[in-house]
């Protein structure tokens, strides 16, 4: 009942303010504030207080009552406060593989004088709780378990806090949706094609071949530090990178139709692994799945095109 | 590869349960610890002390096992030590009802709290026992000093709520007792109107019961003076007195309490005379309209001035010996309006009983006293001549005031006129109204209060314990009841220390306060004088007070429904200051003056069109400036630069920010070019 309680809520918020764009400066209107459960208990002991105090006609009682009461009505205003005028940055999509992690980073920008003490943001079932100095920000990493590829989408993001006392819980939404990628988990103890393809014994007899100079080439982004050819550089020439017969010349293609007695997510974990592998390798490597093929090359950019496409493909139909 | 995967997975924080569930430090159970010890303190005087003892040990082991890193003990010694200490209190209070028992029973659940404490949700229960103990003291008590102490205890308490709440890492702990502090002061004002208007009750929703623990002190209704007593050295007030106009003389000054007609040869008592009514008096002289202040004593008497005429409250009345009496003890300060007259006469003759009364005599006591009212009496046949004959006895006879007299033994009025001839008003009082019943005068003894010292910084007069006195009524055919106060008649030389002004009656008003310094004395009659501003204006704050304060605001005919409203206007007054208190830290203010000036020249700048766009560092800016702007580039230059030199030179003069500040409020920068 309660978490179909906070779904309506969230849904009305979102009807209410749309979808954001990031980053997001939390305004008045759009916080919420409920006692906590040791708020409403002490909101029972203030009463039983006051009547005390009025019952005994104590001023000195109903002096402290009243004290009391006023604090519990300052808090509120400080956890409110503490939400308010603070600002959220979040990078809305992240690539991660199915058992890991996906990390999202956030930015939380601090631009008053007073500390925002214990802020939670909540994503999904992921919870990170950190204070953010005065007219500073503070990054703060949430890091959710995924463990099935696929596309994961938040729709919305919880920054919630209790301070000072934990007497009120105030919270925000913000609707601005965050996609992991998925990929799928590496798993699969196929050889490479093109190690099926030397085991068959067809191309190559040397198994060193990838070691092989072939020349040197341009620099471009991303290729491995122990490729460059630094004493091209040190001699005053452009940046070349030394290439080797294995990497350049004979691209891996990474097929989805090669795998075909498997079913279709092994076949996806099958290729992630290779992904990884021809990654971690060095070698030229590029994608075929039904209906979407990546040309060959290699680095950090193509590895997470790769995984992505792997994460995108359509789930079958589970039994 | 597999390796680094572990890795990113342990270091994830995931699904984080509650943070509330979070293993509770040594250093925050230290802090609440103290926090409850502190409350304990003050509700000290009404616990039980085992029940205090309890707590302490329980914290105690608790505190020893965090700090040796355990958790708490099992649950099976813990409901052993719960049950057997529940136990024994329900065995002594026979109820959980009640301050007391209910106080009790919250410390012994706060230190059970404590010892079973695992995570910091079990720690949240204890400030809140914490703030219900402090209202249960001052519920107890009226005292400004407790009061500003059990504020500066949930202060701290708070403090420690704060750390205790907070999941990311904290700071020094004096940042949380000012950050606590701050929050409690925003808290006053919504308070204060609170305390001010917010209606009072007439009478109580149900009887509280009263307080048994409360001492008696004062004057009691039995009086020997045989016995070894510390009357006269207490400086516990008894009563304060307001005189509307000019007191009477200091030697008319005589505040009745209980009047004593029983004599067993050792002790003066009261029997209850019943609801007989005062016999009529005619009154002489001038009458003093007066207030007496009364501190609770737990006895039903009041003490008025002699003779009382009038007096406010229609339930008090006055016995047949005109004392006056309320229905119930004192247990509150309570104020009596009253007027009296010092001089009067009886309107009737003595009736029988009362003459039986106050001639009764046993005559198996005090032989040698019974032996010399006959002889003396043989000498003085006319009532008024064998009185002043005694009176003279101890103005002549080596008789000495003290308050250090000897015991005495069962005939105490033989022991002390034939041997010690030392004591103090008891002593005289008691003697002498021996003597006049041996010799057939009606006579009683009366207690009381005489004298008083002056407060002149709030002009009242306060009568303390040490003020208490005792002294005669004898009846005189013709004329009524007649005050004579032998203790008077001692002669001066014979008056030991202690008696406060009977050697110099008449004289100035002195007291044993007064033979101390000047400015101590001050001292105390200004804290006196504040005392009762705290109590009148403090403590007896009603809805009377509501009205009346309403009336100075000027809002006609208060009433309790004009009371509400004004506290409605103050909350939302209330409210709206600390909502703009709390967000005032929200938009950042420029403190340093060079960045406030450098901010006034981009204003300036701003305002012809020429805006310093955000990414924008000051020389760049100037660049552009000169750049649109040729006329202005000499000026906004040197201003740029010298910014840019206060900024980040590595030492920046005074006088450097002085140049550049006033050169910034120098630049008024035309709207355009104006060739």
């Known amino acids: 009942m309660r978490q179909a309680a906070v779904t309506r809520l969230s849904s009305w918020s979102q009807r209410r303010h ?105 994503c999904g079932d992921g919870v990170v709780t950190q204070s953010v100095p005065p007219v500073g920000y503070q990054p703060v990493e949430l890091n959710l378990a995924v463990e099935r590829r696929g596309i994961l989408r938040l729709p919305r993001i919880e920054l919630r806090t209790r301070q000072p006392f934990g007497w009120f819980r105030a919270w925000t939404y913000v609707h601005h949706p965050l996609t992991a990628y998925v990929a799928p988990r590496p798993v699969g103890d196929h050889a490479l094609p093109s190690a099926a393809a030397a085991a068959m014994g067809a191309s190559h007899s040397d198994t060193r071949g990838d070691e092989d100079f072939a020349g040197l080439r341009a620099y471009e982004a991303g290729v491995p530090l122990k490729h460059m050819a630094w004493k091209v550089l040190a001699r005053g020439g452009e940046p070349a990178v030394r290439s080797y017969t294995g990497l350049a010349g004979q691209p891996e293609w990474l097929d989805w139709s090669s795998l075909d007695r498997l079913d279709p997510e092994a076949r996806l974990s099958q290729l992630c692994r290779w992904v990884l592998d021809s990654e971690a390798a060095q070698r030229s490597y590029g994608l075929r799945l039904p209906g979407v093929e990546i040309a060959p090359s290699r680095g950090p950019q193509h590895r997470t095109a790769c995984l992505r496409a792997l994460a995108e493909y359509p789930q079958s139909e589970a039994p | 590869m597999s390796a680094s995967l572990f890795a990113a997975k342990r270091s994830v924080t995931l699904n984080a349960p509650s943070v509330m569930a979070e293993r509770v430090t040594f250093e925050q159970l230290l802090w609440v610890t103290a926090c409850l010890g502190l409350a304990l303190l003050a509700s000290m005087s009404t616990l039980p002390l085992w029940i205090v003892a ?163 002190s004062g004057l009691s209704d039995t009086m020997s003076p045989g016995d070894i007593t510390d009357l006269g050295l207490s400086d516990d007030i008894a009563f304060r007195v307001h005189f509307n106009g000019d007191p009477p ?135 008024l001549d064998y009185i002043h004959a005694v009176l003279d006895m101890f103005h002549e006879q080596p008789f000495y005031y003290t308050l250090n007299s000897p015991r005495l033994a069962d005939d105490s009025v033989d022991g002390f006129l034939f041997d010690t001839k030392r004591g103090y008003c008891g002593h005289y009082a008691s003697a002498f109204a021996v003597l006049m019943r041996a010799a057939g005068i009606p006579t009683r003894v009366v207690t009381g209060y005489q004298g008083g010292t002056y407060n002149r910084f709030a002009n009242y007069w306060i009568l303390r314990q040490s003020d208490a006195h005792a002294w005669d009524e004898v009846w005189i055919e013709g004329s009524g009841w007649l005050r004579i106060d032998p203790t008077g008649s001692i002669a001066a030389e014979r008056v030991e220390a202690g008696l406060n002004d009977l050697a110099t009656q008449g004289a100035a008003d002195t007291s044993r306060w007064e033979q101390r310094s000047t400015w101590f004395k001050d001292v105390r009659l200004r804290l006196d004088a504040l005392r009762v501003m705290w109590r009148d204006r403090i403590l007896r704050f009603s809805q009377t007070s509501q009205e009346k304060l309403l009336a100075r605001m000027h809002i006609p005919e208060p009433d309790g429904q004009k009371v509400a409203l004004v506290l409605a206007a103050c909350l939302i007054l209330a409210m709206v200051w600390l909502t703009w208190q709390v967000r005032r830290d929200l938009t950042p203010r420029t403190r340093d003056p060079v960045s406030r000036a450098y901010e006034r020249l981009c204003r300036r700048l701003a305002a012809i069109g020429l805006p310093r766009s955000p990414y924008e560092g000051a020389e760049a800016y100037a660049a552009r400036v000169a750049a649109a702007r040729p006329d202005l580039a000499a000026t906004v230059g040197a201003l740029c630069r010298r910014y840019s030199q206060l900024r980040y030179a590595n030492t920046p003069t005074d006088s450097a920010a002085a140049s550049f500040i006033s050169g910034v409020r120098a630049f008024r920068p035309a709207k355009s070019a104006g060739k």
């Not at chain 1, 006692?35 to 000195?60: H, I, K, Q, T």
């Not at chain 2, 709290?113 to 703030?131: A, C, F, N, S, W």
């Open chain 1, 18 to 122: 749309g979808i954001d764009s990031l980053p997001i400066s939390v305004v008045r209107r759009r916080i919420y504030i409920v006692p906590s459960r040791f708020g409403v208990a002490l909101g029972l002991l203030l009463m039983a207080m006051l009547l005390a105090g009025l019952n005994y006609n104590s001023n000195l009682g109903l002096a402290f009552g009243f004290l009391m009461t006023s604090l519990v009505l300052v808090a509120m205003h400080h956890c409110h406060r503490n939400l308010l005028g603070l600002t959220l940055d979040v990078t809305p999509d992240v690539d991660a593989i199915a058992g890991e992690t996906a990390g999202f980073d956030f930015i939380l920008r601090n631009d008053s004088l007073a500390e925002r003490s214990d802020i939670e943001i909540r």
């Open chain 2, 249 to 383: 003389p200091r030697t008319e000054r005589y505040y009745r309490g209980p009047v004593l007609h029983d004599f067993d040869g050792h002790t003066w008592s009261r029997t209850d005379a019943g609801a007989l009514a005062a016999p009529p008096l005619v009154f002489k002289g001038k009458p003093y309209q007066y207030t007496v202040s009364l501190e609770p004593n737990q006895h039903s008497w009041l003490f008025a001035l002699d003779w009382p005429s009038q007096w406010d409250a229609a339930s008090d009345v006055l016995t047949n010996d005109y004392m006056l009496m309320q229905a119930t003890p004192v247990s509150t300060p309570t104020d009596i309006v009253a007027t009296s007259y010092t001089h009067s006469e009886a309107a009737q003759p003595i009736t029988i009983g009362m003459r039986q009364r106050d001639t009764r005599l046993s005559r198996n006591h005090n032989p040698r006293t019974l032996e010399l009212a006959a002889k003396m009496r043989s000498e003085h046949s006319d009532d």
């Open chain 2, 54 to 216: 309890v707590v302490g040990m329980v914290a105690g082991i608790r505190l020893v096992l965090a700090a040796r890193g355990s958790d708490a003990p099992p649950r099976a010694i813990r409901l052993i030590i719960a049950a057997v200490a529940i136990g024994l209190l329900f065995l002594q209070f026979h109820t959980f009802n009640g301050l007391s028992a209910g106080s009790a029973l919250l410390s012994l659940i706060a230190g059970l709290k404590v010892l079973e404490t695992r995570t910091r949700r079990d720690l949240y229960v204890v400030p809140m026992i914490i703030y219900f103990l402090c209202l249960a003291a001052i519920l107890q008590s009226e005292s400004f000093w407790l009061l500003a102490y059990l504020v500066g205890v949930c202060w701290l308490t708070t403090a420690a709520l704060m750390r205790v709440s907070r999941v990311s890492r904290v700071g020094e702990w004096r940042g949380s007792v000012r950050h606590a502090g701050r929050i409690l002061a925003q808290a006053l004002p919504l308070a204060l109107a609170l305390w001010l208007f917010f209606p009072r009750l007439g009478s109580p929703l149900w009887q509280t019961p009263n307080a048994a623990n409360q001492a008696t």
